[in-house]
Each structure stands twice: as C-alpha cells, then as structure tokens.
C-alpha cells in the first residue's frame, strides 16, 4: 500500500468508491478537486504560507483502487494547528484509517505543525475510537448544533455592522476571555486566524462576519459572530459573547435569518453552541426559550504532540504513535 497526494484523476476512482452515498457526500469528498490547479505549486510552500486543503489518499500497490483518503486543512493565520477532514475508509480498513491519520501528523509535524484537531460525531463510535485509542488523540470538548424554528419577537436593539480586518485583536481577545480556563492551552487564537487574507475566494467555506457593539460605547464590541457555509444550504452561526455586556440572542438570530435569505431561497440554519466557552448555558438557554432544539453534538479531539519521520513518500506501512490493535471499521 501507498500514501501520496491526490490527483485530478483519483477524482473519478474515488466518485465511484461512494457513489453509493447521497450527492451531497458525494461532492463534499470531491470538492478537495476544486482547486487542484492550484495545488500544484501549493505544496511546495512552506508550511506557514499554506491557506489551503491539502488531501492524500492510500491506494492498494497492485489494483491501484482507493483504500482511504484524508484532508489536512492548515488554520488560516495560524498554520501550526491543522483540522484533520474528510477521512474516507473502505470496509474493513482501520488499520488505513490509522496510517492516514499518522501520516498526516507526521508529514506536517515534521515541518512546524503542533496541534492538531478533528471534530467527529458523538454517535460515531467506531471513529472516535480510532482517533483516540490508534492514533492518541483526547477527547477534548464538544460542541452543539441547535436549531430554532420560530425566533421570538424582541425589541431589544443591538447595533451590529460586518467585520473589518482591524476588528481581529479585539475578537480573539473576545474569543479567548470567553474560553473555559482549563480550555485554554489548546484552544487559544491568535488575530492571525481572524483575519482575512487575498485567497479567501479558494476556500472550502464561505464566511459572513459581524460585530455587536457595545451599547455604551460603539467603538467598543460585545459580541462578533460568524456565519458560514460549505455548500450555500447549509448555514452555522457561531456567536462569541462578552461576559461583561448582555448581548440579545434573538437580535443575533434574526440578523443572522435574515442575513442569509439574501444568499439562498432555501437553507437551514443552525446556531453552534461551544460547550467549552463561558456563555455556552446563555446561548442554550436562549435557544431553549426560542422553541430550539440540539439536532446534533460532535466531540473535539485534539492531539498536541508529533513525532517526525524522514521519508514521506514511503510504499511501505507507517505505524509512529501507538501500537496497532486491530478491530475493522467502516465509515463513509
């Protein structure tokens, strides 16, 4: 077996290998092919330079069909913490599913990496379990998707108005100040990943960001929050709030509602509660009021050590982290 980089024909291998799966699987996989003209020169940049996905697959030596493929998606202002996606397995393939992972985390390791992330569905059992037990990740925090059908009516007025670049500093300090402290180490940002850079366009996920101001002084912020899409149906608003200012969440959700309509006809909107933060039981508690409802909870594996290897490009089996116990999983 061998791990190396896609190419644009593995687009074909790999439509076939989950063409059984709904069209919307189908093209979440597939769009890692989006940007493959770029790719080409993106994978000699230093790691600090990377702003986007970079995606390997293992194929068998002698049939040369895809066995598993895996993303590794660099933090945009800080490329040393690396989000591990897209993780495709055939039937029976945990030990491919562990390689992956370990490569992975060596290859970019090796170059700078330090913390890596995977979020993964709580009812995911099989998953967890190779991140946790094969590959050494902790299970580290959750986090929610809620949804809320009717908002209710408020007159509370909340001055909001689109992020800008020079709001960074303030929002990763917003961001961090509302960490749980034993969170922190893992979790905190720099005003690097706030901002926005010239490659936004390629990315995987589009991103609408606001500012609350503060209601006694609008050079001041109480609240930023983001809503973001992969696919244009699909929208999550993620909401930061400041402890020492009250902030409307109802405000927050009818922007946000009304916000997207005028990007799509037809969406689905959900609000993630981030139950590592301090304002986690505020939001849940104003969606709770609102009728909302958690349609999903997804566990946040972090692992924050790497240990490099020399050859990459190897045919042969990479075991770094942990000894293998064998136990067949098959994920889609």
């Known amino acids: 077996m061998k791990i190396r980089r896609v190419n644009y024909f593995d687009k074909f291998k790999l439509k076939k290998s ?3 799966l709904s069209p919307d699987v189908v093209a979440h996989y597939t769009k890692v092919f989006r940007n493959y003209p770029f790719l080409h020169f993106h994978k000699f940049l230093p790691l600090s330079m990377k702003f986007l996905p970079e995606s390997y697959i293992m194929e068998d030596n002698n049939s040369k069909n895809i066995l598993g493929m895996i993303t590794a998606i660099p933090t945009s202002g800080n490329q040393s913490k690396i989000a591990i996606s897209r993780l495709f397995l055939e039937m029976n393939y945990y030990e491919v599913g562990k390689q992956l992972i370990d490569y992975v985390i060596a290859k970019y390791g090796a170059i700078g990496a330090t913390s890596f992330i995977s979020i993964i569905d709580e009812r995911n059992d099989e998953l967890l379990q190779l991140f946790s037990e094969g590959c050494g990740f902790r299970q580290f925090a959750s986090e929610q998707l809620w949804q809320v059908e ?30 749980i402290t034993h969170y922190k180490p893992s979790l ?22 606001y500012v609350v101001a503060s209601s006694f002084n609008k050079n001041k912020m109480k609240a930023y929050f983001a809503i973001s899409t992969t696919d244009g149906v699909n929208f999550v608003v993620v909401i930061t709030l400041s402890a020492w200012e009250e902030t ?17 006809k037809d969406f689905v909107m959900y609000i993630k509660i981030r139950k590592y933060t301090t304002s986690a039981e505020t939001i849940e508690q104003a969606l709770l009021n609102n009728g909302g409802s958690c349609t999903q909870t997804q566990i946040v594996l972090v692992k924050d050590f790497y240990k490099p290897v020399k050859d990459f490009e190897t045919e042969h089996s990479i075991i770094l982290f942990n000894d293998f116990k064998e136990r067949s999983v098959y994920k889609s």
């Open 150 to 179: 009717n908002i209710k009516e408020t007159n509370v007025p909340e001055f909001v108005r689109p992020f800008k670049n020079s709001d960074a500093k303030d929002v990763a300090e917003l961001f961090n100040d509302s960490l």
């Open 188 to 209: 905190l940002r720099k005003k690097e990943e706030y901002t926005e850079n010239i490659f936004k366009g390629l990315a995987d996920r589009r991103i609408f960001r």
């Open 248 to 264: 409307s969440i109802e405000t927050i959700l009818k922007f946000a509602k009304r916000e997207i309509s005028k990007v799509s």
């Open 18 to 20: 989950i063409s059984f």
